[in-house]
């Protein structure tokens, strides 16, 4: 007579599955990576890229600093993030703006407004932009990439002032605009009490042609 084992009559318990779906942290992957890069940018803005730290960027997202990076292996890899986000916000702002049927000339002032705000923030910024011609630095080729994109709002068109018959080609145009906002930040930060904004709307006026598009990336 065989007698049966525990083997025998105990069925087999399951055996866990190699793949599960998320849970914890990850199951809100995206959401959390975009609360990082909103407190990386934050970080920058008051601390400057240079003196900003993964902890504290890891503290405003109250995230560890082990899961900060799981999502963003290095600070240069959080920065790129933090302008690619900018460069979103910006251009969400812009078409707002331009749904409100805002004069084309004034749109560019008025997604910088904001910006031109907070002169800490506007002392970081222009630190970034001055340290990315370097072509080893890492936000050098993103800066290079939003010049690019910069170009596809403007014509080859001539200047309205110009008796000579000079043309101002659409890469002019973009160098002309990009040096003008990065002169009038300086002269905002000298001195705060002048409103230079309305400058650069009038310098617009003067550049743009009808067939052209409001410049949006700032």
Known sequence: MTTSTATD??????????????????????????????????????????RASLRDIASRASVTHAALLRH????????????????????????????????????????????FAHPEQQRNWLAITIAATNPQHPAHDFFMARRARMREHFTDKRLSTAADGEQLTADDKVTMTL????????????????????????????IASPEDGAATTA
Do not use: C, N, W
Not at 22 to 50: C, N, V
Not at 93 to 106: C, Y
């Open 9 to 50: 009559t105990t069925p087999e318990a399951p055996r866990p599955s190699a793949r599960r779906g998320p849970r914890g942290p990850y199951a809100t992957t995206p959401a959390r990576r975009a609360e990082i890069i909103r407190a990386a940018s934050a970080s920058f803005a008051e601390h400057g890229y240079e």
């Open 72 to 115: 963003f292996a290095t600070k240069d890899d959080l920065l790129l993030a933090a302008l690619a986000q900018r460069d979103a916000d910006d251009l969400e702002l812009a078409q707002r703006i331009m749904q409100s049927r805002l004069p084309a000339d004034r749109v560019l002032s008025a997604v910088l407004e904001e910006d």
């Open 179 to 206: 040096a003008m906002i990065d002169g009038l930040r300086i002269q905002a930060l000298l001195d705060p009490e002048r409103e230079t904004l309305p400058l650069l709307e009038a310098f617009m006026r003067l």
